[in-house]
């Protein structure tokens, strides 16, 4: 199956069960593939406009706050199958790389996956 991807989209947000992170915020990424046939002609509307797919990724990740990254993941993939009924199957990670761990790390992440 062919894809699109979008790769490291920056949003700030305001997600995180922590009172601190709900008032402060913080910068959060966003990775997605989107598995669709993609068009031998050169029709935007035969596929996925990933601008408007950058977007909507963009309002939720910028929007209401959520306890978890794994509801803004699982809303991304939710609202993106529904905007874009070409599509397959998608899959949404969520980068958090300042998650309050009292530890060295590099990133948490969560992956969200939806199919047809």
């Known amino acids: 199956m062919d894809r699109i991807e979008l790769r490291g989209l920056r ?10 992170e709900k008032a402060a915020g913080q910068e959060f990424s966003v990775d997605i593939t989107c598995w669709l ?3 031998r002609t050169d029709d935007l509307t035969q596929t996925v406009n990933y601008a408007e797919l ?3 990724a963009y309002g939720v990740l910028t929007g209401p706050g ?17 905007a874009f009924p070409l599509m397959d199957a998608i899959e949404v990670t969520v980068h958090k790389p300042h998650a309050p761990i009292p ?7 969560v992956t969200a996956r939806r199919t047809r």
Do not use: M
């Open 11 to 20: 949003g700030y947000g305001y997600h995180g069960v922590l009172p601190e």
């Open 37 to 39: 046939p993609l068009t």
């Open 54 to 56: 950058a977007e909507l």
């Open 66 to 82: 959520f306890d978890l990254i794994e509801t803004v993941a699982t809303s991304i993939a939710d609202a993106a199958l529904e």
């Open 103 to 109: 530890r060295d790390f590099a990133d948490v992440a």
